[in-house]
């Protein structure tokens, strides 16, 4: 079958490829001539696990081609829809390329062509606009198909997860169930139409962020209450309450949230309640616990630095890991951004960053230099911030920390990346340690 995907970026590149790896012809479509170019190179400008590999067969056996232009749309049988929807100042998403794109598609359209949006968009969307542009009169099989893995897991997870779809008509959900059906072979939940399946995209996400914000609130609690509180062995033993068929399943908390869904979508949700004159109280909830874990984080730090008398203008902070989430380069909303202004706003300057995952031309944007060598941002340091915990940076031992830093420095530890034992090693080494909760 031939699949065009509209929109090549982190979700379209994901989808694209696992779709060329599982025998269609593919023709990944996007506007941005230099991701093009070098996807054309056989170089995957998207950091994610087993992408380049599948990029390089695609291209290799002629199943992948990727293209700045829209021919293959009408030879093609499935067209999936991956364009961005960045939110506008009022936190409701800009729909703008999103139209662009299927304007541009539609004198390609024919009868008997599947579409399939993923782009994440107000429920209506689907039905109203981009039906009404498209065609609802050519007879074609319309349905949303909300994209919920993770990046750093995205190809296991879109290989696995159970696959939502909502049609504009029961025909459309029906022909595109079965084509997900036929190339992932994974469970299909077919929801009574597309509206639905467009609210089970923000709705996972505010859950999701919700659910985080509510574990950073207990957090930050047991931190004041008793300093031999674990939330994770308050979380660990707070799950196994089965309650009829469910779980309690409180997530674990952190430095913050980032990346481009969780940080979007709960603003998206709360705007559209707001529009409708509907205070949606948990869901900015939700968003203000988890904004403001990184000026907590400072807090620790400067409690510490304040309790050993340290002057704030000579002290040294190393961070390890900038982005947004572990084993990931992406550093689109990354809590380690306001953590580090905040520092700077109290008066800490030497700040030292180690990430090998985040580009040049990442670091270039966001005007900041991220040091290649670890062992030159953890030496002599007062403190060492666990931002993310990248494999690599996993792989550096306790030894290695106690012997670089300063004697008594503080290992504040944002992403539960020691387990209880290790941490006792960690006092041994006459390194202080807190953890977010811990």
Not at 92 to 104: M, Q, R, S
Not at 146 to 154: I, K, N, Q, V
Not at 273 to 285: H, S
């Amino acid at each position: 079958m031939i699949v065009s995907v509209i929109g090549f970026g982190h979700v379209g590149s994901v989808v694209g490829s696992v779709l060329a790896d599982r025998g269609c012809k593919v023709y990944g479509i996007d506007k941005n001539i230099d991701l093009i170019t070098s996807f054309k190179k056989g170089l995957s400008p998207i950091n994610e696990p087993g992408l380049q590999k599948l990029i390089t067969n695609g291209l290799e056996k002629k199943k992948l081609i990727i293209t700045d232009s829209l021919e293959s749309i009408s030879k093609s049988k499935m067209i999936i829809i991956t364009v961005g929807t960045p939110l506008n100042k009022k936190y409701l998403p800009n729909l703008t390329y999103l139209k662009a794109a299927c304007n541009e598609i539609k004198k390609l359209i024919k009868p008997g062509h599947m579409i399939c949006v993923k782009s994440t968009v107000p429920p209506g969307t689907t039905r109203k606009i981009i039906y009404k542009i498209l065609g609802s009169k050519k007879n074609i099989d319309l349905a949303f198909t909300p994209e919920r893995f993770s990046e750093g897991t995205a190809i296991k997870e879109f290989k696995s997860l159970s696959i939502v779809v909502g049609g504009v008509t029961d025909r459309a959900t029906n022909n595109v169930a079965n084509f997900w059906n036929k190339f992932l072979n994974t469970k299909i939940i077919k929801v009574v139409n597309c509206e639905t399946a467009e609210y089970v995209k923000i709705a996972t996400n505010a859950w999701i962020d919700l659910n985080i914000g509510f574990a950073n609130d207990l957090a930050r609690l047991a931190g004041k209450l008793n300093s031999k509180i674990d939330i994770l062995d308050v979380s660990k033993s707070s799950n196994s309450l089965k309650k009829g068929e469910r779980y309690v399943n409180i997530l674990l908390p952190s430095i913050g949230v980032g990346g481009s869904c969780l940080t979007k979508d709960p603003w998206f949700i709360y705007s559209m309640g707001k529009k409708k004159k509907i205070d949606l109280f948990t869901i900015k909830a939700g968003r203000k616990s988890n904004n403001i874990m990184p000026y907590f984080s400072s807090e620790i730090i400067c409690n510490y630095l304040n309790k050993k008398k340290l002057d704030y203008k000579k002290v040294k902070i190393a961070i390890l890991g900038f982005s947004f989430k572990s084993d990931s380069g992406d550093i689109r909303h990354t809590p380690v951004i306001p953590l580090i202004n905040d520092l700077k706003k109290k008066g800490i300057k030497n700040i030292c960053i180690y990430d090998p995952l985040v580009t040049e031309k990442d670091q270039i944007k966001i005007n900041l230099k991220i040091n290649s060598s670890s062992k030159n941002v953890i030496n002599n340091s007062d403190c060492i911030i666990i931002c993310a915990a990248h494999k690599n940076i996993k792989n550096l031992s306790i030894n290695y920390l106690a012997s670089n830093s300063k004697k008594g420095a503080l290992i504040l530890d944002g992403r539960r990346y020691f387990e209880r034992n290790e941490i006792n090693k960690i006092k041994k080494k006459g390194l202080k340690y807190i953890g977010i909760g811990r």
